[in-house]
């Protein structure tokens, strides 16, 4: 299960959705959250479209889409029977103090979708853009915020940082719950008390390794003399090409789609 979590992983290629700016690539995915949250029904159509247009453009493997919603299925699953359960409605079936609705299930089979897409709309920016390359656009996008003092560089720098480590304490885990099964260790069998208290050995060390390799990352940092952002020189300039305007056009017209469509409840 563990290395079915992608989150924060980069792989590496040479498609059109790689080729693209960071930047570009930042503000359509905020774009496309936005519309997702704005969609209603039919516009539903139009950003699956748009989603897995995406994915055929990035080259990315659909099993790896796939692997990235796998670790977040009982997150989904409990969305689903939530909104369900909780939504009032014309009642469909009764027991006991439990009432299905027909608006609780239109309400969960929304919710899940519009949760999916945004899982994989997400991950996807992720999957096709450096963290080098997310922090530059990230910085280059908040550079207004610096006139009221706001720490853009580092902000952006922690952000890609947190993002990064995220396969390695993955690895890190999965590297420890070997070593303590093959230590005799077992984490499938019991209660869920038990299987909680099974996970002490995996957390102590787990933390400790984190703390070390935050320290050992400050360390090399500051060996380098890293200072933060004032008088930082890349070795890769951010540069708008004709591809990146002509993403964000399409994902302009595309969003105000979804405005339109959204207004008169399609």
């Known amino acids: 299960m563990l290395k079915d979590i992608t989150l924060g992983q980069f792989f590496p290629g040479d498609s059109v959705v790689h080729r693209l700016d960071p930047r570009t ?5 905020f774009v496309y959250i936005v519309a997702l949250f704005l969609a209603v029904t039919y516009t539903y159509g139009i950003m699956f479209v748009v989603l897995v247009v995406s994915i055929l453009l990035s080259k990315i493997k659909i099993k790896t889409i796939l692997r990235s919603i796998k670790p977040l299925v009982i997150i989904i699953l409990f969305t689903f029977i939530l909104n369900m359960l909780f939504t009032q409605g014309t009642p469909v079936v009764k027991l006991w103090f439990i009432t299905i609705t027909v608006e609780g299930i239109k309400m969960a089979v929304n919710m899940i979708i519009r949760l999916i ?25 908040m550079n207004p915020l610096k006139k009221i003092k706001v720490p853009v560089h580092e902000l952006s720098m922690m952000m890609s940082i947190a993002l990064r480590m995220i396969p390695t304490l993955i690895e890190e885990t999965d590297k420890i719950i070997s070593a303590q099964k093959a230590r005799g260790a077992d984490f499938d069998s019991g ?3 038990r299987r909680a208290k099974a ?12 703390f070390r390799r935050a320290d050992e990352l400050a360390v090399a940092m500051e060996s380098r003399c890293y200072h933060g952002g004032e008088g930082r020189t890349r070795m890769k300039r951010l540069k708008m090409m004709g591809r ?3 993403a964000l056009i399409l994902g302009a017209v595309i969003f105000a789609a979804v405005i339109v469509m959204s207004s008169y409840g399609l």
């Open 199 to 210: 996970m002490l050995p995996i957390l102590v060390p787990l933390f400790i390794s984190a």
């Open 117 to 141: 897409m945004l899982i994989v709309g997400t991950f996807l920016l992720t999957y096709t853009t450096s963290p080098i390359a997310l922090t530059d656009g990230l910085e280059n996008l």
């Open 191 to 193: 209660n869920l008390i």
């Open 244 to 246: 990146d305007v002509t």
């Open 25 to 29: 690539k930042l503000i359509l995915t």
